[in-house]
């Protein structure tokens, strides 16, 4: 495999080295898409897989479902793939959860399209219009087998309550975290004991993600303590996702993702909030 599954993160320069190894798969919307791709990618509709875990018919235990939209873009969990987007890495890493949650060996490209298009235009691997898309492949979902699990709501709740859950990481901005911006949300504020570093602070130049050593401090300062089990979670998962990949990185084992995230804890009145 090209990558490490513990730290699956690739360079654009990895990436090229191993594009014969790699399906690419890219998260921008579909008329930036269009206008300029790595030859043979193939298009990953993220606002629609979004949706989807979000809802009743797709949610992420919904093996049916994601059989289904896994297998429309020609993948069948055989070789692995690599997720983009155009640069914010949330979107990437929102893509790279799902895929890795049902078997999918997946990584994301560091720094996204705008780090990889030079490499790409100078090797004259760029194309451009519409496309086709991929064959159809039969994919069975293996839940669960990624190196990030899939926390739920219930669970952690009950967990938290009962004073044995694990480290909450809270990757919004810190309004947010203290209740001053409630998005959406009708209530706000944060999960219990919740230790809060922006997704922000994960990334450096050129939208990177920081090197091991300084995700590791950064996470320390935070007060999430290496060796102890932790969960990430934002207001709607991308930033979450982000969290986790930043979280295994740094070393961090029995990293989970609360992908539903505070939109979903702040709906139900059964979950407590601090702030």
């Known amino acids: 495999m090209p990558f490490d599954p513990s730290d699956p993160v690739l360079s654009p320069e990895e990436l090229l ?32 897989w979004d949706r989807a875990a979000k809802s009743e018919a797709g949610r992420l235990d919904r093996l049916d479902h994601w059989a289904v939209a896994i297998g429309a873009l020609g993948l069948d969990g055989a070789r ?24 999918v060996p997946a990584a994301v490209l560091d720094g996204g399209w705008p780090a ?9 691997q760029v194309e451009t219009g519409p496309t086709a898309p991929p064959a159809p492949l039969p994919f069975q979902p293996r839940l669960g087998t990624g190196h990030v699990a899939l926390i739920e709501k ?32 009708p209530r706000g504020g944060r999960l219990p004991g919740a230790a809060n570093l922006p997704h922000a602070d994960l990334l450096g130049p050129g939208n990177r993600l920081l090197p091991a050593k300084a995700l590791r401090a950064r996470l320390a300062s935070a007060g999430l303590r290496p060796g102890e089990r932790a969960v990430t ?7 979450a996702a982000l969290a986790a990949l930043a979280a295994l990185r740094a070393g961090y084992t029995g990293v989970g993702a609360y992908y539903l ?3 979903d804890w702040a709906a139900d009145e059964s979950c407590p909030i601090e702030g």
């Open 154 to 185: 219930a669970p952690l709740r009950d967990a938290l309550s009962a004073g044995a859950g694990p480290q909450i990481f809270d990757t919004r901005t810190a309004a947010e975290h203290a209740g001053l911006d409630l998005k959406k949300n």
């Open 17 to 48: 080295a191993s594009r014969d190894a790699l399906i690419i798969l890219d998260a921008r919307d579909a008329e930036a898409f269009a206008a300029a791709r790595a030859t043979g990618a193939r298009h990953l509709p993220i606002a629609d």
């Open 233 to 239: 979670h934002c207001d709607g998962g991308g930033r």
């Open 116 to 124: 990889l298009e030079p490499l790409l235009a100078a090797a004259g």
């Open 80 to 103: 692995p793939v690599v997720v983009l987007d155009d640069g914010r890495m949330t979107e990437a890493a929102r893509g790279w959860f799902i895929l890795q949650h049902f078997g």
């Open 261 to 263: 995230s505070f939109a």
